[in-house]
């Protein structure tokens, strides 16, 4: 009987642990960020194979949740939007100071799904993109020249 009851406090335990941890690791690549004083909650991506996923393959995105990509030098970015599922826009931006802004990104028509035709890409060079549920820009009155802070 002490037995049973001691595994099941040590796999408990161990649950709980893991569970932890998993967490921990997915608010990490989480941040709380401000663009023009609208809060939004933005899934960091830096590393390549993070930025090449981007927002592939998932359905939607909440109201008021982002993906920020973060180069490590600034540069002429493209992005596509492979096996997309909804519009964005895309908020282009250097030095935390939005420089342009692509308003209703398509998703690929169901032909294009995989390997769409379409590229968007920053006019100059840029160090970070913040991708948003298409029509959250013009809602908040978001411009070229605002500022994000995270």
Known sequence: MLRRRYYFVVTGILSLTVGLVFLKQKSEGQSQIMVA??????????????????????????????????????????????????????????DNKIVDITFGAKKPSREELSFPKMTYQSKSPINKVLEVNAGWVEKNGIKIGDKLER
């Open 37 to 94: 004083g609208h809060r939004l909650v933005a899934e960091v991506v830096r590393t390549s194979r993070e930025q090449e996923q981007g927002l592939s393959d998932r359905k939607s995105l909440c109201s008021d949740c982002g993906m920020l990509f973060v180069f490590d030098k600034p540069g002429i970015y493209s992005f596509w939007m492979r096996r997309m599922y909804f519009d964005i826009d895309i908020l282009w931006i250097t």
